[in-house]
């Protein structure tokens, strides 16, 4: 399953005036749509229950799928980074091939 190791969201003024939502997720692994289905259902918790700083966090941990938000669409969505290597605590070792016992 996949592991969440950081996540924010923060508001954007772009240069042509208009304001976006940031979001910043990181993970040691993406399921196809997963990410989608993430921002999806941020963007739901946000409506659903605004001001609520846990709302995500309580769709995301509950185990029931059918409480998340459909995929959203591709359309107004921009991936910044993908990168691979160390990010959570004892992966540096993991990844220069070093046993941890």
């Given at each position: 399953?996949?592991?969440?190791?950081?996540?924010?969201?923060?508001?954007?003024?772009?240069?042509?005036?208009?304001?976006?939502?940031?979001?910043?997720?990181?993970?040691?692994?993406?399921?196809r749509?997963?990410?989608?289905?993430?921002?999806?259902?941020?963007?739901?918790?946000?409506?659903?229950?605004p001001?609520?700083?846990?709302?995500?966090?309580?769709?995301?941990?509950?185990?029931?799928?059918?409480?998340?938000?459909?995929?959203?669409?591709?359309?107004?969505?921009?991936?910044?980074?993908?990168?691979?290597?160390?990010?959570?605590?004892?992966?540096?070792?993991?990844?220069?091939?070093?046993?941890?016992?």
């Open positions: 399953s996949t592991r969440i190791l950081a996540a924010a969201a923060s508001r954007v003024a772009l240069p042509c005036g208009a304001e976006v939502v940031r979001l910043d997720v990181a993970g040691d692994r993406f399921l749509r997963q990410v989608r289905t993430l921002v999806a259902t941020a963007v739901h918790a946000a409506r659903s229950r001001g609520d700083e846990l709302a995500l966090y309580d769709l995301a941990t509950c185990g029931d799928v059918h409480r998340t938000a459909p995929a959203a669409p591709a359309i107004g969505l921009c991936l910044a980074e993908a990168g691979y290597g160390a990010a959570a605590p004892g992966d540096e070792a993991q990844s220069r091939g070093e046993s941890g016992g």
